[in-house]
């Protein structure tokens, strides 16, 4: 009888103890940008608070899509958390893959999220991600060459001023590009670059009919003045460049204007790495003259849980911790307020010693002002502003980026390949059954 | 020479090694095959039915297909050619006579042993990088301006990058080969005056036949199927979008799975012409 | 070999042959010796060859962001348990064509090497379905069989090509004597197989090693190789050429080494039935 007891106390005992076991390993499919890497090295404070263990899978950014997409469609079941942006959240979560992220913790104030973010990463209403961090675009320049060149950049420049700055601030003896931007092939690269840039002109990619619009002469108006603004004052081969590239010439000094992601802010004025920290100014990202619609963007690169997944309540856990006002603390005080992940929550942009952050009122300023629902001068289809929240956009906007990075290559024309790309996305949307 | 016993004591030997691969082929067929019938896409939902041949048709009559062919020609031809070449004149070169040639040879045979992400990510950033990178810095120390090699010579540089790592693989079997040739032959021509073309014309070349088909088969095989090269170094952009990663683009780019595998069973067929193509001549060789 | 030489005709030829074999060597060179820079210096401008400060930091920080030891296990069993279980497989196969060739010997050997043309991406889908339904995904077991299936032709045709070269007078002879099968493989062919076994082996542990399409999409954590470890580090933000370099040396100087120590094995198998 004793024995028996004992046996079953045993029994028990190691039941309850690979249940813990269990649930006490999370595996995290994430992306290998500065942000993510910091929290890997905070994981450690987690699993000491909560006693689970972080397993991280950290990828390029494109592998990171392959990989995580191939398990979600598949329902593989291969991670628990997964890194996901404001183009995956809706549409997965309108199928049914992503664990709604509701019943969250009073202390966690999920009314604290930035609107526009929260908007972005939900469906119907449900919240599916947690942003890990948000941004939108902004223009960053250098203050002293600006100077230099005479000129003072206004707090919200068009299109026609920046071009007439980026050539007189080009010193190619000196190898002073004025201008570097995205010309990398990729939808989430050069992609969404050129992508915003269409809006400030008044383009659009879809009319409400879905039918592609690169036969409209607002395409070829940006196209051209982007190919003829980067060969004037662009660095050379800026057909392959991307946002680690182009972040890498400016912190070598090396561009006189940067218009990029406004996470950049806080590398390139981070003495560390950057040459060129203490010179570095902010501006709103242009329209074209006339245009109402400027050319920013907005992304966040968000926390998600598949469903399906064994592991929801730790997997909540994490996110909340990743995501908290506490995790911001943490890095602010380790690494100082400059380095914290921004653009996800309204209080961040409400403390007093955040807002001694040189970009931090610029940051907010062009999230702000960024509208995934009204992207364009005339009416669209879709949502988003430098993608159309629709599952076959991802493959499509790759191909037409790779024809016009064959332009800032100079393999072919503007005609060229807006033609292409009309082809092809015609091509493509019939297949799709639009 | 075998007898009926030994015969059936062969089948069963080689049963493990056929009956695996067949699996390995036929079970991924069946599956591709099937969906390439199928309106399949993960994002709207999976399986949406039969369409009959709508995904081949599609496939073949897109815009990028054809020009998808091409490139993976080029690339293919041309790697065989820098190879094939270069190898010949390599392994000439390591069978001469020389101080320290062990040491030479394993710096020859090392680009071999690099996995093809790492050595595409190499001569991406470090090499071909159009500020940073070294070939740049050697242009202007000639006072030239630096090329930016993955997109205005795109299909050289891919060409470049996996010749440099199959370079060794055909210098290391046509080093083989030559070593085996007799030397007493070659020597003969020599007193005979015959000239150093002349020899290798009519006493190197012939005698390599069997090598350079053998190396032409074996590289095909794999160079019809690079990707991280592609993947790494220009994402298909600037025409070097080979079927291979066509394919990839439709399957999980645009996560159209059926239109994807369509693309499959054409790579396979295209694959196998090139094999029959091949093996018709290494067949020829291999009974020589 | 030892063919005669004037002195002077050596010395050009060992000038030209160290020269290009430097030259083919150097990106390798570079990446090694950039992996001891700091970020400012490997973008310096003129590039430093020699004359930098070497530090190990790169090494630390690549270390500190990944645990490289269970990435490089994870390799090693997957690259070595495929090559030693397609060897397994292939041997009696091989023996066979070689020994009991019929007229469809060939046939079969090129069918063989036919599946190795089915592009891997175009099967991603069924394959990754596949294996969630057996439960395979993120195993080593489930990646050694795929890369074994995928070498498993080259290790075939290589063995079949060293059986071949192998006299059938010998096994007649022993066959007279009344060997049995298994003593004919166990003392005779074996041991005049193994030189070509041994580049078999190290030829198809390389291929293993560097197949980066199946390693990466089938694997997340428990399997996960040195293909995947590299997936993190190739365009992190702001200055990475250094740290790429000492993550690409990492997963590099393994199957360096061992090719190096090997080199002669593998140089005097590496034939696939050119020379006869």
């Not at chain 1, 919200?156 to 007439?164: L, M, N, V």
């Not at chain 2, 994002?43 to 490139?71: E, M």
Request: glycine letters at 8%.
């Amino acid at each position: 009888m004793y024995l028996k007891n004992a046996l079953r106390a045993a029994t028990a005992l190691t039941f309850v103890a690979t249940a813990a076991a269990q649930a006490q390993s999370i595996t995290i499919a994430t992306v290998n940008n500065g942000d993510m890497i910091r929290m890997q090295g905070y994981t450690d404070k987690f699993t000491e608070a909560t006693g689970i263990d972080v397993e991280w899978v950290t990828l390029e950014e494109n592998v990171l899509r392959q990989r995580v997409t191939t398990d979600i469609t598949t329902k593989g079941g291969q991670f628990d958390i997964m890194t996901i942006g404001m183009y995956e959240t809706p549409i997965w979560g309108a199928n049914g893959w992503l664990v709604p992220l509701e019943g969250l913790s009073a202390e966690y104030d999920v009314d604290d999220i930035l609107p526009a973010m929260r908007n972005g990463l939900s469906n119907d209403g449900t919240l599916y991600a947690a942003p890990f961090y948000g941004e939108s675009s902004m223009i960053m320049y250098r203050t002293d060459l600006m100077e230099k060149a005479g000129l003072e950049m206004p707090k919200a420049p068009t299109w026609q001023f920046i071009r007439e700055a980026a050539a007189a601030m080009t010193d190619r003896d000196n190898d002073i590009n004025g201008i570097c931007l995205r010309g990398k092939a990729g939808w989430g690269e050069g992609g969404a670059f050129i992508t915003v840039t269409g809006n400030s002109f008044g383009a659009r990619w879809f009319d409400e009919d879905w039918k592609p619009q690169f036969d409209q002469p607002e395409w070829n108006e940006a196209l051209t003045f982007f190919v003829e603004m980067m060969a004037e004052s662009g660095p050379a081969g800026y057909a392959t460049n991307g946002f680690n590239e182009n972040l890498s010439l400016f912190q070598q000094g090396k561009c006189g204007m940067w218009i990029d992601a406004t996470v950049a802010a806080s590398f390139v004025t981070n003495p560390n790495d950057s040459t060129v920290a203490d010179k570095v100014g902010f501006a709103l990202a242009p329209n074209s003259e006339g245009i109402d619609k400027r050319s920013n963007w907005l992304w966040a690169w968000a926390l998600a849980i598949p469903a399906g997944t064994q592991q929801e309540a730790a997997a909540k856990q994490f996110i909340e911790w990743a995501t908290s006002k506490d995790y911001i603390e943490l890095v602010a005080e380790n690494e100082g307020w400059a380095n914290v992940p921004p653009g996800a929550r309204t209080s961040l942009y409400e403390n007093p010693e955040y807002q001694k952050v040189p970009f931090a009122k610029m940051t907010l300023d062009s999230i702000l002002s960024a509208d995934p629902n009204d992207p364009t001068v005339q009416p669209v289809p879709y949502v988003g502003i430098q993608f159309a929240a629709i599952p076959e956009f991802a493959g499509i906007a790759t191909q037409v980026s790779q024809e016009f990075s064959a332009v800032y290559a100079g393999q072919q024309t503007v005609e060229e390949a807006l033609e292409k790309a009309q082809t092809f996305t015609a091509e493509e949307m019939e297949a799709a059954g639009y | 020479m075998a007898t009926q016993h030994s015969r059936s004591v062969a089948r069963l030997m080689m049963a493990p090694a056929v009956i695996l691969l067949l699996g390995w082929m036929l079970v991924p067929l069946t599956m591709t095959l099937y969906f390439s019938f199928k309106k399949y896409l993960p994002l709207r939902g999976g399986d949406l039915g039969w369409v009959g041949l709508d995904n081949y048709i599609r496939f073949v009559s897109s815009s990028s297909f054809w020009p998808a062919v091409q490139a993976t020609l080029v690339i293919v031809g041309g790697v065989l050619v820098i190879t094939v070449v270069l190898g010949i004149l390599l392994a000439m070169l390591l069978d001469q006579p020389m101080w320290g040639q062990g040491v030479v040879r394993i710096l020859v045979i090392a680009p071999f042993f690099v996995m093809p992400t790492v050595s595409a990510l190499v001569w991406k950033n470090m090499f071909m990088d159009p500020v940073n990178g070294l070939l740049a810095h050697l242009w202007r120390f000639f006072g030239a301006e630096p090329i930016s090699w993955l997109s205005e010579a795109s299909m050289t540089s891919i060409i470049m990058i996996v010749s440099w790592q199959w370079l060794p693989f055909a210098t290391l079997i046509l080093l083989t080969a030559i070593q085996s040739l007799d030397s007493e032959q070659l020597e003969a021509a020599e007193m005979d005056g015959a000239p150093p073309l002349k020899r290798f014309y009519h006493i190197i070349l012939p005698h390599l036949s069997r090598a350079i088909t053998i190396v032409i088969l074996i590289q095909t095989i794999f160079l019809l199927s690079i990707f991280a090269e592609i993947f790494v170094t220009t994402g298909g952009a600037f025409g070097t979008r080979t079927l291979t990663y066509l394919i990839f683009q439709r399957v999980l780019e645009s996560q159209n799975v059926g239109l994807g595998s369509a693309g499959g069973v054409y790579a396979i067929i295209l694959a196998n012409i090139v094999a029959i193509f091949l093996m018709r001549i290494v067949g020829k060789n291999l009974d020589a | 070999m030892a063919r005669a030489v004037t002195p002077r005709r050596k010395s050009l030829n060992t000038a030209l042959a160290w020269a290009v074999g430097l030259l083919i060597f150097f990106p390798i060179l570079w990446t090694i010796l950039t992996s001891f820079k700091t970020e400012a210096q490997a973008i310096a401008s003129p590039p430093l060859f020699l004359n930098f400060n070497w530090t190990l930091e790169n090494y630390a920080i690549v270390q500190e962001r990944s645990d490289y030891m269970r990435f490089l296990w994870n390799s090693v069993i997957i690259a070595g348990g495929s090559t030693v279980l397609g060897v397994i497989i292939a041997v009696p196969a091989a023996w066979a064509m070689a020994f009991v060739p019929s007229k469809r010997t060939k046939d079969i050997l090129l069918w063989m090497l036919s599946t190795k043309m089915l592009p891997a991406v175009g099967v991603l889908y069924p394959i990754y379905l596949l294996f969630i339904r057996l439960g395979l995904l993120d195993t080593r077991g489930g990646l050694v069989v795929v890369l074994m299936l995928i070498n498993l032709p080259i290790i075939v045709w290589m063995l079949y090509t060293y059986f071949r070269e192998i006299p059938g007078e010998i096994l007649e002879a022993a066959r007279m004597d009344g060997a049995t099968l298994k003593e004919e493989i166990l003392h005779i062919l074996t041991p005049m197989a193994v030189p070509g076994i041994a580049s078999t082996v190290l030829l198809n542990f390389i291929l293993a090693w560097n197949e980066a399409f199946w390693t990466l999409n089938l694997t997340a954590v428990d399997a996960a190789p040195l293909t995947a470890f590299i997936a993190s580090y190739s365009s992190p933000e702001g200055l990475f050429f250094a740290k790429l370099s000492a993550a690409s040396t990492m997963a590099i100087a393994p199957i360096l080494i061992l090719g190096w120590f090997s080199q002669k094995q593998l140089v005097r198998g590496l034939t696939f039935g050119a020379v006869k």
